[in-house]
């Protein structure tokens, strides 16, 4: 494993961008961060800049005016970046799907690693994700 | 002094909705707002009317998420509206509606309070109020079935019974909530500074709530008692012993205290609806909604949330027209900003809505010769103004 991804994987600092979400999603990945669930425990904190993340978490449907930026954000992702969709409307657009301004969801727009699907996941399941993620990479890595 | 403008978002990392404020100042101090949205539109109006009148409810219900009894209870009010005599909502789904309409209440304000509380560099306070704000979601679990978006309401009264086994538990827990708001009340009120930080910062005067239509907390901290809960009473308001909480000050610490006055009304009306709570069927079966039209409004955690729905007779609206509280509390950032330092704004713009403040990907821009100056990201904001929280703890000798 190359040092820059063991040292991504050990303390994964996470960019929350919210694509036109209904905030569940948002507050349930901010509940993380409280004492009952404490992300940090996995060395994980919510950064205010993409430049600084190594994870870009996801939650809304993909709204028009935001396309544009989710690409903007992606770009400035520094690589590699592990991209996480959270909750029905960034996997499928959920209940939006017939929406006019929700054209395609977001995988559609970036590469997307992790799918965690509900609405909203339970924080447990948010974390489960992540951390599922991490030992996939791991693995992945050691195979190479 | 060359004027300079600081674009606040649309990404911030910390809050939920993309929002782009644009704040031209002159050194320090704020001289114009700007505030442009629609990241977040998702054509739910348009949406809705694809939707039969049964599964609007859970599209709306998704129109925010900490909203998320708000806007369901305001639509199937409207669609009540339509039925007017055909439909009567039984005396439990009140109370129930109220139960989860308060509950709500409960977990918003301790939102906003905890966040509040993190711009101000004390995050004790934001690490207090979200793990009190727990119990909340957890009573919502065992109540509704889930933590966020229950689901509860249909046209005509509610989907779910609760558990009369549950009852008991809950109201434990609620007394010990109280205690736990009287300890936070007791910490804000009396910290001096906070008093530093929040008093005369921001003011929204009564008259400039009046002319920009605020509403809710909003409109009440600067002492207009403005709650649809009194005024036009729904679901079981006006069969609960509760007050109106109003501040004359129209400033941050004047929203604070409202909002934490509020959630200890708030704890006492859900206890009382539990324990009044009449037996019976939970909902009127409705068959067929008729031509005509309708309006539902309530009292959602920062305002009057309205919906007006039409219906031609078929069993999809023909229109449904959302009104949500943010909308008409937005402008007022205008007033309240102007004047401050960019240090408050944070604090200000969180005063208003949680929603709207937390601020990223910021870069000051000098407008006069166009060339970038220097950047300021959320986390230099937000270090700012805890910085002047330590000055200020300073200069008054507090821990
Ligand atoms: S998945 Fe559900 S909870 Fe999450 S943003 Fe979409 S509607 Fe809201």
């Not at chain 1, 994964?12 to 961008?17: A, D, E, G, K, Q």
């Not at chain 1, 569940?24 to 060395?43: H, K, Q, V």
């Not at chain 1, 992790?114 to 399941?125: M, W």
């Not at chain 2, 936070?184 to 008259?207: E, F, M, Y």
Request: overall charge neutral; hydrophobic content about 40%; charged content about 25%.
């Amino acid at each position: 494993m190359s040092i820059k991804l063991k040292a991504l994987l050990k303390s994964p600092w996470v960019f929350h961008l919210s694509t036109g979400s209904c905030n569940n999603c948002d507050i349930e990945i901010l509940d993380c961060l409280t004492p009952r669930f404490d992300i940090e425990r996995f060395g994980m904190v919510l950064v205010g800049s993409i430049r600084h993340a190594d994870v870009l978490v996801c939650t809304g449907s993909v709204n028009r005016k935001c396309i544009p930026r989710i690409k903007e954000i992606y770009e400035q992702a520094p690589k590699p970046v592990i991209v996480v969709a959270i909750g029905e409307c960034s996997l499928s657009r959920g209940m939006f799907i017939n929406s006019y301004n929700c054209p395609v969801p977001l995988d559609k727009i970036i590469p997307v690693d992790v799918y965690i699907p509900g609405c909203p996941p339970k924080p447990e399941a948010i974390i489960a994700g992540i951390a599922k993620a991490i030992e996939k990479i791991k693995a992945n890595a050691n195979k190479k | 002094m060359a004027k300079t403008i600081i674009p606040i978002g649309p990404y911030h990392p910390l809050q939920e909705e993309p929002e782009f404020f644009q704040l031209v100042v002159e050194g320090e101090k704020i001289v114009d707002a700007i505030a442009n949205i629609g990241y977040n539109h998702r054509g739910i109006e348009k949406l809705s009317e694809l939707k039969t009148f049964d599964q609007v409810a859970f599209v709306v219900e998704r129109i925010c998420g900490i909203c998320s009894t708000s806007h369901p209870l305001a639509y199937v009010r409207a669609v009540e509206d339509i039925l007017g005599n055909d439909c009567v909502v039984p005396e439990r789904a009140n109370y129930i509606r109220t139960i989860i309409a308060e509950l709500e209440r409960i977990h918003s304000h301790l939102l906003w309070i905890g966040l509040a509380g993190h711009f101000l560099g004390y995050n004790t306070v934001y690490m207090w109020a979200w793990k009190e704000r727990e119990t909340v979601l957890d009573i919502f679990e065992e109540l509704s079935g889930n933590r966020n978006n229950y689901a509860m309401m249909r046209v005509g009264g509610v989907r779910r019974d609760f558990e009369e086994k549950s009852l008991a538990g809950v109201i434990t827990r609620l007394n010990k909530l109280i205690d736990f708001v009287q300890m936070i009340k007791k910490a804000v009120l009396d910290d001096p500074v906070l008093h530093a930080r929040l008093k005369g910062v921001g003011v929204l005067t009564k008259q400039d709530c009046i002319d920009y239509c605020a509403l809710g907390p909003t409109a009440r901290a600067s002492g207009i008692a403005n709650d649809v809960r009194k005024d036009d009473p729904y679901a079981a308001y006006d069969k609960v012993k509760w007050n109106v909480i109003t501040q004359i000050e129209g400033d941050v610490f004047a929203k604070a205290v409202v909002r934490i006055l509020e959630t200890l009304e708030s704890i006492n009306i859900v206890i009382e609806c539990m324990q009044k709570m009449p037996k019976g069927p939970i909902y009127d079966n409705v068959k067929d909604i008729p031509c005509g039209e309708g309006i539902g409004h309530i009292e959602a955690p920062r305002g009057e949330c309205f919906h007006y729905v039409r219906s031609d007779g078929t069993n999809r609206p023909v229109r449904h027209k959302v009104r949500a509280p943010t909308y008409m509390n937005l402008p007022t950032y205008k007033e309240a900003l102007i004047g401050e330092t960019i240090s408050d704004a944070t604090i200000i713009l969180a005063a208003i809505d949680p929603c709207y403040c937390c601020t990223e990907r910021v870069t000051v821009i000098d407008a006069n010769n166009k060339k970038n100056k220097t950047v300021y990201s959320q986390q230099d904001l937000i270090k700012l103004s805890q910085r002047k929280t330590e000055q200020i703890r300073a200069k008054l000798g507090a821990r």
